[in-house]
């Protein structure tokens, strides 16, 4: 595994917190190297704040993750002190094949001895999709005790990358993108044919880290115009992922890097 700092650059700006781009070889390497990073994530903030909130993503490349994490690392993690949220879901009942909630349930939470009391999901059964989102605000604002105007802190927030540049369930030049005050907001993806429920930008960059995996050669044009292309972030809104006063690390296989201007 090699990292190194690159500038991000969103549009015609060069941002100047430096990201964290981690290369990793094989998508199994980049599984590895993401479980170890939120196993370290983990551990850290228990010892230093006696919690840890991580909000989980849906997409087959965090699915891995988590399998490996379930597998591997169940005796290690302090599961009692760890508190589980949603970045984005599908606007389907918690038991839906698409469900993000489920995917997650069946791949690591009902694997590991978290405490049923620590795992926060959206409730995206509500047919009002607005409603839920709403209600999962809400939830976070009462977890985290903060008010109007403030954004939590999550510890760490995983999200995967579509081939279209989205992250969490912001899509490329939808409304949800200049949301400024919400923390979780309804997001009607026009191509999809339905709302999605997702995290705001302010609350992803409010995070102290932000973690992306990106695996697979369908991503590395996006990659290639997230990390070093001038077009806007409304057209590839992982662009506009980028905490104010966290770590962001981009965990990338050979084949999604295969398009970067430094691809090894
Ligand atoms: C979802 C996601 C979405 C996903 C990316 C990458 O609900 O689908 O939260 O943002 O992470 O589309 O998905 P893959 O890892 O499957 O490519």
Request: hydrophobic residues 45%.
């Amino acid at each position: 595994m090699c990292g190194r700092k690159i500038q991000q650059r969103t549009g015609r700006n060069v941002v100047s917190a430096p990201i964290d781009l981690r290369r990793l070889t094989t998508p199994q390497d980049l599984f590895q190297a993401a479980a170890d990073e939120v196993i370290h994530a983990a551990t850290e903030a228990v010892a230093q704040r006696g919690r840890f909130t991580i909000a989980l993503s849906g997409g087959s490349t965090p699915k891995n993750l988590y399998t490996l994490i379930a597998a591997n690392a169940s005796a290690n993690l302090p599961w009692a002190q760890m508190f589980f949220f949603w970045g984005d879901e599908r606007h389907v009942p918690p038991d839906d094949p698409d469900s993000n909630y489920r995917m997650a349930k069946e791949a690591f939470l009902s694997k590991i001895p978290v405490p049923p009391g620590n795992v926060f999901r959206i409730p995206a059964e509500n047919p009002d999709a607005a409603a839920a989102a709403e209600a999962y605000e809400q939830t976070l604002r009462k977890f985290f005790a903060v008010g109007a105007g403030e954004f939590p802190r999550f510890d760490l927030i995983l999200l995967g990358m579509g081939p279209d540049g989205h992250a969490a369930s912001l899509f490329p030049e939808t409304a949800a993108l200049q949301e400024k005050s919400r923390l979780v907001v309804a997001n009607w993806v026009e191509k999809l044919g339905t709302s999605r429920i997702t995290f705001t930008l302010p609350l992803l960059n409010a995070a102290r880290c932000v973690a992306f995996l990106v695996s697979g050669i369908d991503k590395a044009e996006a990659l290639h115009e997230v990390l070093e292309g001038n077009a806007p972030g409304e057209k590839y809104p992982s662009k506009l992922v980028q905490p104010s006063a966290g770590k962001l690390i981009w965990f990338v296989d050979r084949a999604a890097a295969s398009q970067l201007s430094t691809a090894a």
